[in-house]
């Protein structure tokens, strides 16, 4: 698993309040990613990380806010969050010279 | 924009039979990837394919890439029970590797 841990797994809020998920790695990777995926769309890139205070926006950054303050967190946040929100995030790290990205298991967040 | 647009979304297929998943984008890549996911799993990365011409082949899967015609392909042969899966490619774009996915072939291999 390229030694990444989100958390948490799974998580039901409520629209407006904040969540922030965390993904955690111990092999001081560079490169970190924040995607979601929902039925229909794959998966698609929210931010990105490439290295502690640098970070940059995907294609759905909107509602979305990031932040990495040591290599091996890298915090997503939905200060607000809606139904249209609700999905599964996953978390990566670019890995090698074939700059292959490995992935968390994933967090399960259901915003009602 | 890149887009990426992967078919058949669904595949059934019978065990020992041979199918091909397709894989188009739009815009020039230096590296396309495969991914396999299982249902509420997490991604497994399969394939990583660098150049034109190339070809990798894992088992029963073989994927190969052609930079001219933007198209990727993941070949099944023989396929059997275990290989049911969603299948996404995702392609490259800059230096920081930011992927974009197809939106995946689930793939059923049937008795």
């Excluded at chain 1, 091996?72 to 929100?85: I, K, M, N, P, R």
């Excluded at chain 2, 994927?63 to 995702?90: E, G, M, N, P, Q």
Aim: charge should be positive; aromatic fraction near 10%; glycine fraction near 8%.
């Amino acid at each position: 698993d390229a030694g990444i841990t989100q958390s948490p797994r799974h998580k039901v809020t409520e629209t407006g309040t904040p969540v922030t998920l965390r993904c955690h790695q111990t092999e001081n990777h560079r490169y970190m990613y924040w995607y979601r995926q929902d039925p229909g769309h794959g998966l698609r890139l929210i931010h990105y990380s490439y290295g502690v205070k640098d970070t940059d926006k995907g294609e759905v950054s909107d509602g979305y806010s990031v932040s990495r303050s040591k290599t091996e967190d890298f915090l997503l946040t939905l200060e607000s969050a809606t139904s249209s929100q609700t999905s599964v995030y996953f978390c990566a790290i670019r890995q090698g010279a074939k700059n292959i990205q490995y992935f968390g298991a994933g967090t399960r967040l259901s915003v009602l | 924009e890149l887009k990426v647009e992967q078919n058949p979304l669904f595949l059934s297929m019978q065990e020992g039979k041979n199918y091909t998943i397709y894989c188009n984008y739009s815009t020039t890549s230096d590296r396309l990837y495969w991914y396999r996911q299982d249902p509420g799993k997490s991604l497994e990365s399969l394939f990583v394919l660098l150049s034109n011409g190339a070809v990798k082949q894992e088992g029963r899967l073989m994927a190969s890439l052609d930079t001219k015609a933007r198209l990727s392909t993941l070949h099944i042969t023989a396929a059997v029970h275990d290989l049911s899966a969603t299948y996404f490619c995702a392609v490259n774009t800059g230096t920081a590797s930011k992927l974009t996915f197809g939106t995946g072939t689930r793939l059923q291999v049937t008795l």
